[in-house]
């Protein structure tokens, strides 16, 4: 009973207790589907915790632009004085005791904001404290044949007020078959569920017509559609609240069921109150197309003492079986650990009895062991006085045996030391044969070690050759006019053409070459051999790279100036046709660091430049591991997997996000601001920006 008490005065307090609220009906709007948005900003008792007195009362909406929010209703407590701080067109404003009411006619985009309502006063103690509220409005975008339903409901409302023509009376019959039900007319708020169901039915039609239905749907007055559902189309529904519980439907094609659409809430609000819209677009076997629709009110009440009272006995009630099911089952679990205590007993029983049987069957086992034993010696001593005295008659004649074996082996002797002096000579002869091959395979190791040593004159002429072959090609490069160079190429060597870097070699460390496919790209001639192709290189600051998708494609940049980017496409283009290895070279504080990656490539444009990496190796760390398989990221295009941000626009870069970074070597030039510069992790932290950057690839050997 002191629960039941407990109980039923939480339930009190809950109804009766003092707070700041805010309410806007509906949550969700949309044009020509929401007539007019209301927001409620009240104090229930005109008390809220922790304030003792309340000077004033706001109602404010956030200003994505500004990014604070922007007060629009200001109501002074004691004098009531009103300000209206921003003028809104087609609105109404109410206000009372700690009370304010805005209406909004017509809402549009601009409205689906996130509005706060704040109360500011005095804490007991004196100090100035406030206590806040807030609440989002949605927008939602509706199909146009729904909007074009929506408005053909309101002509036909305000057709209704006149008397139907008798084309009108003949359609009756097929508008009657369109039915509206609820599991109530009249619902408690936050006790009761609703369902309401909407269905067209097929039984007793006009056999002349064949009936098809296009679509159905549900909507509320004031919140628009419930729910809707279309041919060959799953069930619709725009409610995202808590208390909504199941939405089902199915449309037939055939005469044998009816197509419907139910919806079932539970712990209703009185907001849920009001006209509720069911609505089908049939045609039949002609083409001739109809609408449907019907109409049910609901009416949401507040909760009375008394079925407070029946959901407590509903409470107790339940309670009450709980606590015998309780019993049972704790009378249940005493009753099997009684017979588990008993099995146990019994186990241990017939364990001891078994051990008790092994040690018999053991001691029968030996003393049958030891009697079997006995008997065998007592035979085995009988055979042995047999075979003794066989022995002693046998003795006498194998002692002659004895002498004739004796002379045989003194025969046998002798026949074995005549082998061993055939065997000694042949043992002779052949270690002369064994001396004299090896003198024949000292003489060639010998001829092996002056043929490579003729071979190693022979690799070093024809190094000194190639080292005077570059010598003078590289005086005939600078001998060439550059606006002739390549009909010289022509005429002295054949048309020279490259189809990447690693063919490339200059005294330069830098050069600019024109590849066989027109690409025009930079070479690393020196670094681990030369042969890269560089695609990423920021020295200085001079190029802006916060840009936007198409640049980051197609590429952007000055060689001359020495910072740019080649272009996500180029570089697909380039790993799609061989494998190659990616190296990163990064600067930072006057020390030099490297990361390199086995199979690199970047996919096409249609799989958002999706970056693929294989094994590293380097001191710099691996600022890429998080990035591998992620797609290209700019502050146009978010690609990256953190649906509250975009990481790029964030990030003041673009890059292979996640969410969001890592690395950033694409970030803003030399900024300290947290995740916005050239960052590489373990090497910058989140705040400081490498000197130097620059991401090559060559071809895998």
């Known amino acids: 009973m002191e629960n039941l008490r407990l109980l039923f005065c939480a339930l009190l307090f809950s109804v009766t207790s003092s707070e700041l609220t805010i309410d806007i009906q ?47 209703l200001s109501l002074e407590a004691k004098t009531r004085n009103l300000t209206q701080l921003v003028q809104l067109q087609r609105s109404q404003i109410n206000v009372g005791d700690f009370y304010l009411a805005l209406t909004l006619h017509n809402p549009s985009k601009f409205d689906a904001r996130v509005y706060r309502c704040k109360a500011e006063g005095d804490t007991p103690q004196g100090t100035n404290s406030s206590s806040v509220v807030k609440t989002e409005v949605h927008y939602t975008i509706n199909s146009t044949a729904l909007v074009e339903e929506i408005r053909r409901l309101k002509e036909d409302e305000n057709k209704d007020k006149c008397f139907p023509k008798k084309e009108e009376i003949t359609g009756y019959y097929q508008r009657s078959r369109l039915h509206f039900v609820a599991s109530s007319r009249i619902v408690t708020e936050l006790l009761d569920p609703l369902t309401l169901k909407c269905f067209f039915q097929v039984s007793n039609l006009d056999s002349v017509h064949n009936f098809t239905v296009q679509f159905l749907y549900i909507l509320h007055e004031t919140k628009g559609v419930v729910a809707t559902m279309s041919k060959n189309q799953p069930v619709l529904t725009t409610i995202n609240e808590n208390n909504f519980k199941n939405v089902k439907g199915e449309l037939f094609e055939n005469e044998l069921n009816d197509s419907y659409i139910e919806v079932t809430w539970s712990h209703l609000k009185s907001s849920e109150s009001g006209k509720y819209f069911c609505g ?35 409470l107790l009630a339940q309670k009450d079986e709980d606590k015998k099911i309780e019993k049972e089952n704790i009378k249940r679990i005493d009753d099997l650990e009684t017979k588990q205590l008993n099995i146990i007993s019994i186990k241990d029983d017939i364990d001891s009895y078994i051990q008790n049987m092994n040690k018999i069957k053991d001691e029968l ?36 045996n004895i002498k004739d074996e004796i002379n045989i082996n003194r025969q046998n002797i002798s026949s074995i030391k005549a082998d061993l002096n055939t065997n000694t000579q042949k043992i002779d002869l052949l270690t002369g044969n064994f001396n004299s091959n090896r003198l024949e395979l000292m003489n060639i190791y ?36 550059k606006e002739n160079k390549d009909e010289v190429l022509k005429r002295q060597f054949g048309f020279l053409q490259h189809t990447s870097c690693r063919d490339i070699s200059s005294i330069q460390d830098r050069v600019i070459v024109t590849l066989v496919s027109g690409l025009q790209v930079m070479c690393d001639t020196k670094t681990d051999g030369g042969g890269w192709i560089i695609f990423q290189r920021r020295i200085n600051g001079n190029v802006d790279f916060y840009r936007g998708w198409k640049e980051y494609r197609d590429g952007f940049g000055d060689y001359n100036i020495g910072e740019f980017y080649l272009g996500n496409e180029n570089i697909f283009k380039l790993t799609s046709r061989r494998q190659f290895d990616l190296r990163i070279d990064l600067e930072f504080e006057n020390a030099k660091y490297v990361a390199q990656y086995k199979d690199f490539k970047v996919l096409g444009e249609t799989e958002k430049y999706k970056l693929q990496i294989g094994k590293y190796s380097g001191n710099a760390s691996d600022g890429l591991n998080v990035h591998n398989n992620m797609f290209f990221s700019t502050f146009d295009r978010d690609n990256d997997v953190d649906s509250g941000r975009n990481c790029a626009e964030r990030c003041s870069g673009a890059w292979w996000y996640k969410g969001c970074l890592q690395s950033n070597l ?36």
């Open 365 to 400: 086992n030996s003393q049958k062991q030891s009697i079997s034993s006995i008997r065998d010696d007592l035979r085995n001593n009988t055979q042995h006085m047999n075979s003794i005295t066989d022995d002693l008659n046998v003795n006498g004649q194998n002692l002659k």
């Open 26 to 72: 509906p949550h969700g709007i949309s044009l020509e589907l929401t007539p007019k948005l209301v927001i409620n900003c009240s104090i229930t008792n005109k008390q809220v915790q922790h304030l003792q007195v309340i000077k004033s009362l706001t109602l404010s909406r956030y200003q994505e632009s500004l990014k604070e929010f922007e007060i629009l």
């Open 446 to 481: 010998k001829y092996l070690n002056s043929s490579q040593q003729s071979m190693t004159e022979f690799k070093l002429d024809l190094e000194t050759q190639l080292a005077n072959l570059s010598t003078d090609l590289i005086d005939m490069k600078r001998n060439i006019d």
């Open 666 to 701: 694409n970030g803003k030039w030399g900024s300290t601001l947290y995740d916005r510069g050239l960052n590489w992790r373990d090497v910058t932290g989140w705040t400081k920006s490498v000197s130097f950057s620059e991401m090559k690839i060559r071809e895998t050997e």
């Open 280 to 314: 089908a677009h049939v045609t039949d076997s002609k083409g001739t197309s109809e609408r449907l629709n019907e109409m049910l009110t609901i009416t949401v009440t507040g909760p009375t003492l008394e079925d407070l009272v029946k959901v407590l006995q509903k």
